[in-house]
């Protein structure tokens, strides 16, 4: 068993296909046949459907192992480089979209700045696929909504943000200063789709101010929530980030009383240790969020060791 090995046959579990596969490793399909039916003679299984191309339950957990140990790999040429001090290496990052918006840019500067060595692959997502990935080792770390209910992962705060109504001009409460959770109980709304944390939140909100909200519409994207907010589809409730106050239209951000705020934070993985090259990315983003979230209209930072 070796590498290469391991290597295509999370390759093909990737990319459903061997063509696929050894394009993305930049080499040839009989290449990647070969490494993926040795290692299946010398562990005695079949690990890929050759119907369907995907991984056999032997074949997902030899590539979940297969991640871990490259991530290994990888950890230990970056710790090599940081004895050195060059702090190099690739690291696989998530972010969920409406922080990516003000967060990556000053990110991806301070990274520059700080570790020109280090490559950093970015991914946007939802915190659900951010964790899966996370688990499964397809990224190394991620900005997601906390808590987490995930035993695999830890998590280190970051910021905390509001939770404010935005309402089209021509919405009843669009002249409000403030508004309660009884008022906007009162009108239906565009909410996030049940199952998701931003929902479970605001729910159980609801539920201790002894009202229950209406859905207009659910949608499970905030980006889009706030997309049909934004177009006057309806008031939404939205966390701070997706209405940044640089960002104006033809509707209003009303504060909510009584409301708590969301909470992301930097999520890896409990087991196994970060390369250099990931403690510098994760040290970079606790600093960068430091600095700009007091820029940014109801986000608050929040102190943290990292």
Same mark, same amino acid.
């Given at each position: 068993? @070796?590498?290469?090995? &391991?290597? +295509? &046959?999370? +390759? *093909?579990?990737e990319h459903r296909s061997f063509s696929a596969a050894a394009k993305a490793l930049l080499t040839v399909q009989s290449n990647i046949s070969t490494h993926v039916s040795r290692l299946e003679a010398e562990l005695g299984? *079949?690990?890929? @459907?050759?119907?369907?191309m995907e991984l056999t339950d032997e074949g997902q957990v030899v590539a979940e192992r297969a991640r871990r140990i490259e991530h290994e790999f990888e950890a230990l040429t970056s710790d090599v480089a940081a004895m050195r001090d060059v702090v190099s290496g690739r690291v696989r990052a998530g972010v969920i979209g409406t922080t990516a918006r003000w967060l990556v840019p000053p990110l991806l500067t301070a990274l520059k700045e700080g570790y020109p060595e280090v490559h950093v692959v970015w991914l946007d997502a939802t915190t659900s696929s951010l964790a899966l990935q996370l688990i499964g080792g397809q990224i190394d770390l991620a900005v997601v909504n906390t808590p987490l209910e995930e035993p695999e992962l830890t998590t280190t705060p970051l910021f905390d943000e509001d939770r404010l109504l935005v309402a089209p001009l021509h919405h009843p409460l669009a002249d409000r200063e403030s508004v309660t959770l009884a008022e906007i109980s009162q009108h239906e709304l565009l909410l996030e789709a049940e199952g998701t944390s931003f929902r479970a939140e605001l729910d159980d909100d609801a539920a201790a101010a002894g009202v229950q909200l209406r859905a207009q519409a659910e949608v499970d994207g905030m980006r889009l929530l706030a997309s049909l907010a934004f177009a006057g589809f309806g008031a939404a409730v939205l966390p701070a980030s997706a209405a940044p106050g640089w960002l104006e239209g033809e509707w209003r951000r009303i504060p909510i009383e009584g409301m708590g705020r969301r909470? *992301?934070?930097l999520a890896r993985r409990r087991?196994?240790?970060p390369s250099a090259a990931e403690r510098a990315v994760a040290d970079t983003i606790h600093s960068v969020v430091a600095a700009e979230a007091p820029l940014q209209r109801g986000i608050h930072a929040v102190s943290s060791s990292g």
């Open positions: 068993m @070796d590498q290469r090995q &391991l290597r +295509a &046959l999370v +390759a *093909v579990g299984v *079949v690990l890929i @459907d050759r119907a369907t909470s *992301v934070g087991r196994g240790l």
